[in-house]
């Protein structure tokens, strides 16, 4: 609406006869009147509304419904069945390569797990053989071999050696001092008659020097 000059009087263009006309046609005043509607379902229609009955099938190519000739009239069927199935070839390869991919990160993080479990068990067990408690279950209460009689290249074996050398050393003396200082007068022996052999100092056993530095007692 224009505004009012400044004299104070509203001047209103006189309307064409083609619009005055055009008042009195019923088709016409409705589509003035949808024309000069409000809101966003009306601005829609202004800009997309044909100008005439042509544009209902042949509108412009600025407007929404506009498609190309070459778009709606074509006859390469089985070029388009040919883009579809490159289509959903494409999509299941790489529903494929998706599936692929995720096995292979699956399958890399199982692994991993276990390469984890595997150096958490060396570890663990290498934390007990230097700890020493669970051989202990396995280890002999005796410093020898219980097979081969054979005594232990170490400390209590040398300690064991030396005490068994001890007890035949102070057994080999206790037998000489019966034959020595028995009750029989006699030169040879009343059990058996053999002649009594001669009394002979007996070595005492001397411990190893590894044993001696060890204050053993």
Known sequence: MNAAPSSGFRNIKPMSREERRALKDK???EKDRLMKRSG??????RENAPKDSMGLTCPDSNAAGYLADADRFHSDVSGEELIHRQHVYERKQQVYENTRVKRAEREEHRWQKIEQARVAEEEYWDAQREEGGKSKKNASCVPYDTITLKYNDNLDGERLRYHDDMVRYRAALRSQNLMVCGDTRASFD???G??????HDIPAPQPSEELAQSNFK
């Open 27 to 29: 088709v016409a005043l």
């Open 40 to 45: 966003m379902a009306a601005k829609l229609y």
């Open 190 to 192: 009343i059990i058996n």
């Open 194 to 199: 053999v002649n009594r052999p001669d009394a």
